[in-house]
Nanobody
């Protein structure tokens, strides 16, 4: 089993950048497919980006492609989301998620392990 703790959220002006981190405890982080999700008030949670167990493959939803970068450091059991050119519509609670083994990266409902979330607010 893996426990996840996000950090790095905050308030930033439109056009700014933030880097989110997701620290994983437990064993075998490198065996988990990882994803970043977000949920804004009144909206469904959406998959933003996912990364394969080795980090060699990534997936992005169209709305963040070219602005967000997902990457992982398996030696440090940490997942990252680099967010650039932030927009007010990016404001949400951001969650990292994990699931053991390789997964289809574009499918968001297969994750069973979740962090508590970190708030991102982008002001206009």
């Amino acid at each position: 089993q893996v426990q996840l703790v996000e950090s790095g959220g905050g308030t930033v002006q439109a056009g700014g950048s933030l880097r989110l981190s997701c620290a994983a405890s437990g064993r075998s982080f490198s065996r988990y497919t990882m994803g970043w999700f977000r949920q804004a008030p009144g909206k469904e949670r959406e998959l933003l980006a996912a990364i394969s167990v080795t980090g060699g493959e990534t997936y992005y939803v169209d709305s963040v492609k070219g602005r967000f970068t997902i990457f992982r450091d398996n030696d440090k059991n940490t997942l990252f989301l680099e967010m650039n050119s932030l927009k007010p519509e990016d404001s949400a609670t951001y969650y990292c998620a994990a699931e053991r083994g390789p997964l289809p990266l574009h499918i968001g409902h297969l994750y069973n392990y979740w962090g508590q979330g970190t708030q991102v607010t982008v002001s206009s």
